[in-house]
């Protein structure tokens, strides 16, 4: 967005530069011709009273003394362009000047053809006696040659007066509007004894780059050949790697699971950390996704047995007329009970899934002690906390008595008969023993038992359901469980993040 400000800028300020180095070539022009111009005026002897006003005293405290230059001063940026310079005006010169006039008209003609710039000599009254087709003619109400009378240098910015229009390039340039004036006192002891007056209209900077046109095409290379490395760069960094993350994107939503892997070329840290965040997203999402799936074939086929169960027993009642006895008939109808009783069971156990798996965690802690302390006393078997009883851990006593509770209920229908709990800290994380004196677990089941539906006990009414609400639970709280090797019994080992 800078760039064209800042081009703007380099063209006003080169634009500027040219004009400077017009007023710079006037002076020097100017001093040469005025040495030449006092030196005629000493040589015919004029007398003081006809030269014209003193030159104002110069401060001999400059670091440039005795010298006197004169710097460019013109400013294209700031310095108002004035009107073109206004006619001259019928007058008579002194015949004395309008002789040295004369003498040195052939030398600024001379000058003007190599120099290019416009040549007036003045005599103390500002009438022309050398320079063009004005001589005769006064000049004296010009506002820089009424200056330089005075024995001040001075310099305007004008409006040139075009001999032919400009060619339709050239319009961007305000440089070519206008035309450099130069007036500079002629000194002769100590009194202003004329003025030089010399114009010019400043290079053009269009034409000033054509000059250049070597170096400006050098220039315009370099500048495409960067401009097409950035672009290659930015295709490479930027435009490449979107392209093919949206290319996965719609491969990822079609089902191709070959998508999710990732890109050959992310190009930019922030696009490999974009790519990553996106590909494990859509990870996550697949899991879900088959997560969800294999849990709907499972609560549907949990769900379908005691249907089926209920239908047929319902339909034998129906159909059996009075030809069943009373204890089919109740044995029919105990079925029809007790599978309703396990629809309702596994009805309440999803739900309690659901909620657990959906739970945030609050930000409440608890300790071991505290969350048996809400479980009711079961006669079946003992429990007993061997350590760390008063380890505060970051999960609520009323989610950690669910977690226990459903281990502790899982030991007593396994045939324990004690249940021990202990907990060690180690750094910001708690690991929490869990273990009893049961039956154990298989091997061929070890595998299985985090699995929804899983139990060995679906004839006792068993949902096998207990280990996912434990373990979804744990879940939300940034905590893990695992089934652990153990001499006797089962062991399983928490770990959580301690409060």
Known sequence: MALPLVGLFFFRLYENQLIRQTEGELIAQGAVVAAVYAEAVRAAGIAQEKLGPPIPAQSSNSLDYPYEPIEPRLDLASESVMPTRPNALPATADPAFAAIGARLDGILDETQKTTLAGFRLLDPHGVVIAGGGEVGLSLGQ?????????????????????????????????GTKVRVFVAMPVEVGARVAGVVYLSRTP??????????????????????????????????????????????????????????????????????????????????LQARSDSIQTFATHVSHELKSPLTAIQGAAELLRDSGGTMDEAERRRFSNNIVTD??????????????????????????TTLGAALALLPVDTRLEVRIEAGGDIGLGISGENLAIVLANLIDNSARHGAKQVTIGAERTGERAA???????????????????EPFFTTRREAGGTGMGLGIVLALLKAHDGTITLVDSARGTRFEINLPVA
């Open 432 to 450: 929490i023993h869990v273990g009893d004196d049961g039956d154990g677990i298989s091997a061929s089941n070890r595998a299985k038992v985090f």
């Open 340 to 365: 309703a009783g396990r629809l309702n069971l596994l009805v309440r156990r999803l739900l309690e899934l659901a909620r657990a798996e959906n739970l945030a965690p609050s930000g409440a802690s």
């Open 203 to 284: 290079n053009n900077i269009v034409k000033h780059l054509y000059g250049e046109r070597g170096k400006v095409t050098l220039a315009a290379i370099a500048i495409l050949g960067g401009t097409l490395l950035i672009a290659l760069v930015f295709i490479r960094t930027v435009s490449r790697p979107i392209y093919a993350l949206i290319d996965r994107t719609k491969r990822i939503a079609a089902g191709d699971r070959e998508a999710m892997r990732p890109l050959a070329h992310h190009g930019t840290r922030e696009m490999a950390a974009l790519s990553a965040a996106f590909l494990d997203m859509a990870q996550k």
């Open 142 to 174: 010009v506002e820089e040659v009424r200056r330089a009378l005075a024995g001040s240098y001075a310099s305007e910015l004008r409006l040139r007066v075009p001999d032919q229009p400009p060619p339709p390039l050239y319009s961007v340039s305000r």
